[in-house]
């Protein structure tokens, strides 16, 4: 394989379409109020609103539940070495 030595670097945030630059950032705020101690609806109502986090018992089988899950692990993952993988794409 040849390398292109007088092509200009790609920052490696310009390779990724803005989808996944929106969920990097909520995975990193999602792990950032998890490491302080917050709630999982806590998490939740600062990345979506509380309007949108409903009160009560229903909150256990909510969508946002399981997203707010999903973007804490994704951040974990991201902590744990994860975001070397971003620098190489």
């Given at each position: 394989m ?6 200009a670097?790609?920052a490696?945030?310009?390779l990724l379409t803005?989808e996944?630059?929106h ?5 990193l705020?999602?792990?950032?109020g998890?490491?302080?101690g ?6 939740a ?6 309007v ?6 229903g909150?256990?089988?909510?969508d946002l539940r399981d997203r ?9 993952g991201l902590m744990?070495?994860?975001?070397l ?5």
């Open positions: 040849r390398v292109q030595r007088d092509a670097p790609v490696c945030w310009l803005q996944r630059r969920r990097i950032g909520l995975a705020r999602a792990l950032d998890r490491l302080a917050a709630s999982y609806r806590v998490i109502a600062g990345l979506f609103g509380d949108r986090v409903p009160a009560g018992p909150w256990r089988t909510h707010a899950i999903r973007l804490v692990r994704a951040g974990i744990q070495g994860g975001y993988d971003l620098l190489r794409e």
